[in-house]
């Protein structure tokens, strides 16, 4: 039976993981894009497509044949959505693109998404609504926490430990065994050589402290 598949959010993002799910639904998936769930109107002005915005997603009432993906990028805004979506009754769906490598023993949870070309080696445990950017790579005995975002093109060595919502930006790079603290942010281009603390933000290379991250989202 095919799903009626509905996308949370109409941003920027949002229009990438659309295309992919149109790729994933070329090579097989039992899906139908149905829309978008945004409280703004006109968010997809400029992007012309085949289906539009729904409704907020606040006034949306699941259907049984409906299945989501949450396309937010930032990891806090992201976890506060699928709270209220969860709460609601909303099923969440792994979007996996069809150019993705996943080896042996890998772990995945609950509306993952996974862009083109990403690779998961082997023995890789990814967590809850975790999103994987385009030409990333986890290497093997990652462990990648809920909510993470890591951008495209980085490079996580063996034995990385991301704890829960990290965001990564693109290009950042992790020696084998790192290991970055709950809603740290590490920046693009990173080199990331040591342990990362809990809420802080790194960038350079090597990736030292810059700054720190406000308090972790509370449930709402």
């Not at 996308?7 to 097989?28: F, K, M, P, Q, T």
């Not at 992007?47 to 915005?53: E, N």
């Not at 790192?178 to 809420?199: I, M, N, P």
Request: proline share 5%; glycine share 12%; net charge neutral.
């Amino acid at each position: 039976m095919t799903s009626n598949l509905l996308i949370i959010s109409a941003g920027s993002y949002a229009r990438e993981v659309y295309s992919w799910a149109l790729d994933c639904i070329a090579a097989g998936a039992p899906w139908a894009v149905s829309g978008f769930l945004d409280d703004r109107p006109d968010a997809l002005a400029s992007f012309p497509c085949a289906v539009g915005i729904i409704s907020p997603l606040e006034e949306y009432e699941p259907q049984p044949n409906d299945l989501f993906v949450c396309a937010i990028g930032d990891p806090g805004t992201r976890k506060r959505y699928v709270e209220k979506a969860k709460r609601k009754g909303f099923r969440f769906a792994n979007l996996i693109h069809p150019s993705a490598v996943v080896g042996q023993n890998v772990r995945m949870g609950e509306g993952v998404i996974l862009a083109p070309f990403v690779v998961l080696t082997a023995d890789v445990e990814v967590g809850n609504f975790v999103n994987i950017g385009c030409m990333s790579g986890c290497s093997h005995h990652n462990k990648i926490g809920d909510w993470c975002q890591i951008s495209g093109n980085c490079g996580l060595t063996g034995r990385v430990v991301l704890e829960e919502g990290v965001f990564v930006g693109c290009g950042a790079t992790f020696v084998p065994g790192c290991q970055v603290g709950a809603w740290a942010y590490v920046g693009a281009g990173s080199v990331v050589l040591r342990r990362v603390k809990t809420r802080t933000k790194v960038f350079g290379n090597p990736a030292v402290q810059i700054g720190t991250v406000d308090e972790a989202p509370e449930s709402v």
